[in-house]
């Protein structure tokens, strides 16, 4: 069983639609990060959570710490959010990587 | 922003020859830097974790011979792949954290190993 959990795995939405993705995990955690890349294989880190709700522009994450649940949400989609996002989870000295989503939206 | 550079983000090599991959962080001391390694159409698999001036802690499964890291700064971190079959060709990935320990991670742009 993987400690990161996420879901959906592929995911296509129209331009404009409102977008959730879920990451669960099973270990206990220092921080959760969520993490982009888009094709060309780069990576940016969007936020990094420990509690509570973040928010940059159109993306907003959240964290539930008992029920071990993280969302990112995507307002007002756009073509050049087409990319894969990855939850993390920071545990002791270890991280977990959930598979990602791709996530394609199309205009 | 804190910016993570990774040289070479391309390389092709030959078996049995040993490639070498930068990780320098540009603006920022990184007490803590990571390797990953991602196969096609899956997830960032971490491979080690670097700490500045000491012996990087490896995963279960990733062999500290064939895959050498180097530390020795606060800014920059070897991978040294040596001795390269085909079945290393991967795409590697650093990233990169200052202190306290539950800072941003920062990645670089990855190297994209072929071994013919």
């Known amino acids: 069983k993987n400690e990161v959990e996420q879901s959906p795995q592929n995911l296509t939405a129209q331009e404009g639609e409102f977008i959730t993705i879920n990451c669960s995990y099973s270990?206990?955690?220092?921080?959760l990060h969520w993490l982009q890349q888009h094709p060309g294989g780069g990576i940016v880190s969007l936020f990094m959570?420990?509690?509570g709700k973040k928010k940059h522009g159109r993306l907003i994450a959240t964290i539930n710490i008992q029920e071990k649940h993280s969302s990112l949400h995507i307002t007002a989609s756009h073509p050049r959010d087409s990319a894969v996002y990855i939850c993390?989870?920071?545990?002791?000295?270890?991280?977990?990587f959930g598979t990602g989503t791709s996530l394609t939206v199309i205009p | 922003g804190a910016v993570v550079s990774q040289h070479p983000s391309w390389v092709i090599c030959k078996s049995g020859t040993s490639v070498k991959i930068e990780c320098r962080s540009l603006?920022?001391?990184?007490?803590?830097m990571f390797w990953y390694r991602q196969f096609p159409k899956q997830s960032l698999m971490l491979m080690a974790t670097?700490?500045?001036?000491?012996?990087?802690?490896?995963e279960q499964g990733v062999e500290k011979d064939k895959f050498l890291i180097n530390h020795a700064s606060l800014t920059l971190s070897t991978l040294t792949v040596t001795s390269a079959h085909p079945e290393d060709s991967s795409f590697y990935i650093c990233?990169?954290?200052?202190?306290?320990?539950?800072?941003?991670?920062?990645f670089g742009n990855g190297t994209r190993l072929t071994v013919t």
């Open positions: 993390a989870v920071k545990g002791g000295i270890q991280f977990y």
């Open positions: 270990v206990g955690i220092s921080a």
């Open positions: 990233s990169a954290t200052r202190t306290p320990y539950n800072s941003p991670l920062h």
């Open positions: 670097s700490n500045e001036g000491s012996k990087a802690t490896y």
């Open positions: 603006d920022f001391q990184a007490t803590t």
């Open positions: 959570l420990s509690s």
